[in-house]
């Protein structure tokens, strides 16, 4: 994609801990419990609410990686954006989903994790591309008007893990679009009432002290 991407910022080390601390459950994990179920159109409010196109959520499994609940977010104009945390080593895998394409031609100038400027090398591996740059590699699978990408340090996560988490990327089920999306806050229908506002004038707060005040 060659356009800028709002890229969530690096997570904290806080979350490392908390994820440590088994604090987060990876919304495709059957120890995270079941979820409420929730229906299509729910889902897709969610979705929306988080500036993300439903169509573009997407989920993945990495055998001891949880996902950092926290890393759910938008990217780009309204493309998907998650991390998934290793319990033991804290090393990360990134999830995004965005708008674009991707070919043998463009491959090399689309960088690796967002990194402008650095060089990327481009290998074809199945029907996905292979890439690295700038310290870091991904599996970019391109699908019809998007492009998937799981990616990390290249020194942290092994390639087959890597392979391993892109191979399992997939649409969620209700259950797992209900564990991952944040519920949408209900609106508010009517004002809040302020009871220090007199009843006439020009609704200013009624300071009068009153006699000998």
């Given at each position: ?9 690096l ?11 088994g ?15 929730a ?37 780009g ?18 999830l ?15 960088p ?34 998007y ?59 009624d ?7």
């Amino acid at each position: 994609m060659t356009r800028a991407a709002r890229v969530l910022p690096l997570l904290l080390p806080a979350l490392l801990l908390l994820a440590g601390c088994g604090t987060e459950k990876a919304a495709s994990d059957p120890a995270a419990g079941a979820s409420p179920a929730a229906d299509h159109g729910e889902l897709d409010a969610r979705a929306r609410a988080l500036g993300v196109a439903p169509e573009l959520v997407h989920v993945t499994e990495a055998p001891g990686f949880t996902l950092a609940q926290q890393s759910v977010g938008v990217l780009g104009d309204d493309g998907f954006s998650a991390t998934y945390v290793s319990r033991k080593t804290g090393a990360q895998l990134r999830l995004s989903v965005d708008r674009g394409s991707i070919t043998a031609d463009t491959c090399p100038a689309q960088p690796v994790g967002d990194m402008a400027g650095e060089r990327t090398a481009c290998v074809r591996d199945g029907d996905a591309w292979y890439r690295t740059g700038a310290g870091r590699h991904e599996y970019a699978l391109p699908e019809d008007g998007y492009v998937v990408r799981v990616s990390g340090e290249t020194d942290a996560v092994p390639r087959d893990v890597l392979r391993a988490a892109a191979g399992a990327v997939h649409r969620p089920d209700a259950a797992e679009a209900a564990a991952l999306l944040p519920s949408v806050a209900p609106e508010r229908t009517a004002p809040v009432e302020r009871g220090d506002l007199p009843p006439i004038g020009d609704g200013a707060p009624d300071n009068d002290a009153g006699a000998g005040g």
